[in-house]
């Protein structure tokens, strides 16, 4: 087998020479030396480092907010705080919010702060309008927000902007989405 001492070839070295597990050449230019092989991952095994064995990743994944005195404003409640806790490590990108307003009155807006913990996430402390910033179909607006470990909450704290009529309603659903490692 060309000058090889009973080995299987494996391959090729950039030389063109085979390359041969564990077999000394008898012959050539590189004589008396073992050959070096590294031994690839095969493309199925991409996310595992060893068979069985997965690799820390990050995707995206949401953190639902639940408000603290329920998700619904009235005229009895004009400020609710939305807060998650976190379960794995995790950055916000993005904030989505929802409302379904009931009434004639049901017309103010959300001004709101976002806390990572202690972490105001805005340049200042003045309310932004949570319903602007995380409408569903708004294009290109992410934030990068401070990562967090578990155990840390963040909190979307809520006011309305105007007091409701007695019967009149604003339901919100908040939702942050960001990198989550698993």
């Known amino acids: 087998m060309g000058g090889f001492e009973g080995s299987a070839i494996v391959g090729y070295d950039e030389y063109g020479e085979p390359m041969v597990v564990g077999a000394r050449r008898r012959r050539g230019r590189r004589r008396g030396r ?40 009235t005229s009895v409640i004009n400020q609710i705080t939305f807060q ?28 709101s702060l976002l806390w990572v913990g202690t972490d105001l996430q805005q340049i200042d402390i003045n309310g932004f309008d949570a319903e602007q910033i995380g409408a569903p179909a708004a294009f290109g607006v992410r934030l990068t927000m ?9 909190r979307l704290v809520s006011t309305l902007t105007v007091v409701l009529g007695v019967g009149d309603t604003i339901q919100t659903t908040v939702s942050l989405l960001g990198r989550a490692v698993h």
Do not use: C, Y
């Open 146 to 154: 401070k990562p967090a470990q578990p155990g840390v909450f963040i």
């Open 34 to 73: 073992r050959s070096n092989i590294s031994v690839m991952r095969p493309g199925w095994r991409g996310s595992q480092v060893a068979p069985g064995v997965i690799a820390p990743d990050q995707g995206m994944l949401i953190l639902p907010l639940e408000g603290t005195v329920g998700n619904t404003f």
């Open 84 to 111: 998650g806790q976190l379960q794995k490590p995790f950055r916000g990108e993005r904030l989505l919010v929802t409302t379904v307003r009931t009434g004639a009155t049901a017309v103010g807006r959300l001004s």
